[in-house]
């Protein structure tokens, strides 16, 4: 099993320190947030790719911001595609692959849909021509997303899968991933009670991991298990490594019969 985990797991440590833990605690991938860290000092996001290899660590992915992306369903979103598409070439140009976009921001839910999707167009045929991937994360109202994949069939869009988005109060807990396992392309793996996006480690929570395994199992997935967990009170006691140790070991829930 490839494990990997989000660079930002809880702790205030420089990213370059945050990556050399990470490696350390045996993690082989890990994934990125597409913007400039500015504490305790500026790190622009062009740099991280290389930083990644630096700790001898491979990427899995790179998360685009989301705080304006309801702006996507607006008539007039020029504005925001551009900036989209510059992330796009930004990634590309830097060596990534693979990007994670949200379609929406909290429980937005658009009124008129053809923007939204000319936008994924937009975006998917930019994609396609630098040769990279965009996954979509399941957060609410996944039809948009699985409405997004029927009309947009290409090869460089698929899913990020999100285990704790899926459990979270009235989403498909499990049923989106059997939908669309065949457009897999990464995973955020958490676990959580069902009232809040906790982003627990695996094992405390009501995600089905005898689910996620089967599936995972049944479609060959070869992808990297990516932990996108942050530490409670109880485990920021542990330190970075003691925590990382904790989560690194809480994936092989994911292997052992459940």
Known sequence: MQKGIFNWFGFLDPIEVRLEQIARSGFGHVALWWEDETW???????D?????????????????????????????NRKISEIYQNYLQEIASSGGKLCVLHLQNEWYEPETLEPGYRFVQSMVTLAEQLKIKIAL??????????????????????MCYDSSHDFYQTETQGELLKKHSERLFCLHLSDTDGQ??????????????????????SVGYQGVRTLEVIANERQKELGAEGFLAEAYQSLDLLKRKI
Do not use: C
């Open 40 to 46: 305790p000092k500026l790190v622009k996001r062009f």
């Open 48 to 76: 991280m790719i290389k930083m990644v290899e630096k700790a001898g660590l491979a990427l899995d992915s790179i998360h685009l911001p989301y705080l304006e992306i309801n702006d996507i369903w607006q008539e007039d």
């Open 137 to 158: 994360e399941n957060t609410h109202h996944t039809h948009l997303l699985s409405e997004a994949l029927r009309l947009f069939p290409s090869r460089n869009l698929g």
């Open 196 to 217: 809040e996006d906790r982003h627990w480690t695996l094992g405390p929570g009501i995600v089905d991991l005898g689910m996620l395994k089967n599936e995972f199992r």
